[in-house]
């Protein structure tokens, strides 16, 4: 996920830990990193296959380009690692951003997909997205041109890291509002939130932790992360395995009908139960 | 942003992960919000005061006061854990009526074209504090009796009022062209 220079030292992170591990030794952590590593790739492969097959690619373009991003960075940085070992550590950086970058693409969608039936809450959410996507800019654009980063690869660790905790205010946003307005999810669209969630939610408690001054080598969060990174994609793999059917949507006008009789009606309903409450229990 | 506010983020976002998933089944039996959903919940909730002479009774002090004068001590054991029971009962299907009417005033602002989010802020915390006050008077209720209480569920029932009254405020803002040309509002 990250990649920390600090201290003068270079900490490398999932998905090549394994190869500091097999240069710097411990057999076996560099088998377990091996094994996360192919295990992961090969999910991401996986789930852009049956993306392809079942219809996804086409319900869900913004996720599945992120999936396929994903895909690229993992083998290019495993063909620049063979073959140019010289460029892997920039092409590391460009890459790792880039995906971080191309992860809004799936918050994006999530946006788009669950909220189309909602059009007051995707208005509303929409404005605050333009306004979270300003401030993030802004602030990392204010970061890297005063240059105050030691090396460029602690600055994109920084700006990574500050683009995941945007994420993780933006996510949390849009999950409280699913929560507290019941919004209908179909079982696909759920599957790709959770395992989201799961993954930004972890990644943001792993960032807060690799961050902690004197932490950076921290054995925890430097397992944690490769763990959750296979089990979100497990969960997409199993979400989105096959296209099940949406819930169904009242239409427009019956949604509006609806909704004003039962206002008009709550109203006169409302004031009525807290006459009678009082009544009831006034001595 | 100190490691504190991050972790909270978070395990925020986990939590509410987890509640969307545990909701979301819930969610996919009951899809839709229908007239004849609100009607239910209307009739369920204008059930819990088809009585009101009886309901009242429960928290009769005269009934009390005659018990504890007359009564054997069995009768007046039996009298008295029969109306707490009876109280805890009723005020526990009122907050659960007035709950599922919130329920349904969220299901249906997420269909409006305007929903105003400063309302709703207002209307949560004007419910949140009905439920904690509840909570209370429950406690109250199942400490003291319905008797003894009667002063604290005064006191929640002036919140719900508050409560009520924000509702009705927000329906205010429901434009009255929207409803023309509509199915009747009398059922």
Known sequence: ?283 | MTLFSILILGTLILVLAIRLLADSENRRRRPTVTADEYANAREALDSVFVETAVIKRIFSVEDAEFVARYATPDVKCSFFSERKKLALHWFRRTRKQVARLMDLHLRLAAYTYDPSPGFELRLTAKYLTFVALSNIVLLVLWLLGPFKAARSISYAIRTAGSFCTTFSVRLERVNPTRLSGRKSLVH
């Not at chain 1, 073959?83 to 918050?107: H, K």
């Not at chain 1, 909220?115 to 509303?124: D, N, Q, S, V």
């Not at chain 1, 296209?243 to 009606?265: C, F, N, W």
Request: charged content about 15%.
């Open chain 1, 1 to 283: 996920m990250n990649v920390i220079a600090s201290g003068g030292k270079a900490q490398r992170a999932f998905p090549f830990i394994f190869y500091d591990s097999l240069v710097l030794g411990s057999l076996s952590t560099a088998m377990e990193t091996h094994v996360i590593w192919w295990v992961g790739t090969s999910l991401v492969a996986v789930i852009l296959i049956r993306g392809a097959l079942v219809g996804h690619l086409r319900t869900y373009p913004l996720f599945y380009s992120y999936i396929g991003c994903v895909l690229l960075k993992e083998i290019v940085g495993l063909l620049s690692y063979r073959f140019a070992p010289s460029f892997y550590r920039p092409l590391y950086w460009s890459t790792e951003l880039a995906t971080i970058v191309a992860s809004y693409a799936v918050i994006v969608e999530i946006f788009k997909q669950s909220l189309r039936h909602t059009p007051g809450i995707a208005r509303k959410t929409q404005k605050l997205f333009i306004a979270a996507f300003a401030l993030t800019v802004s602030f990392a654009a204010t970061d890297l041109l005063h240059g105050r980063f030691a090396t460029a690869s602690r600055a994109i660790a920084e700006v990574g890291r500050d683009l995941r905790y945007i994420e993780g205010a933006l996510l949390l946003v849009m999950l409280w509002l699913f929560v507290r307005y019941r919004i209908l999810l179909g079982p696909n669209l759920l599957g790709l939130i959770i395992g989201y969630s799961f993954w930004v939610g972890l990644n943001v408690v792993n960032f807060a932790l690799l961050f902690l001054p004197g932490n950076e080598f921290s054995a925890l969060p430097r397992r944690l992360a490769p763990i959750t990174y296979v089990a979100t994609l497990t969960i997409w793999c199993i979400a989105l395995w096959s296209s099940r059917p949406e819930p169904v949507q009242p239409t427009e006008g019956a949604i509006e009908r609806d909704y004003d009789l039962l206002a008009a009606k709550t109203r006169s309903v409302l004031v009525r139960t807290s006459d009678r409450l009082v009544r009831v229990m006034r001595p």
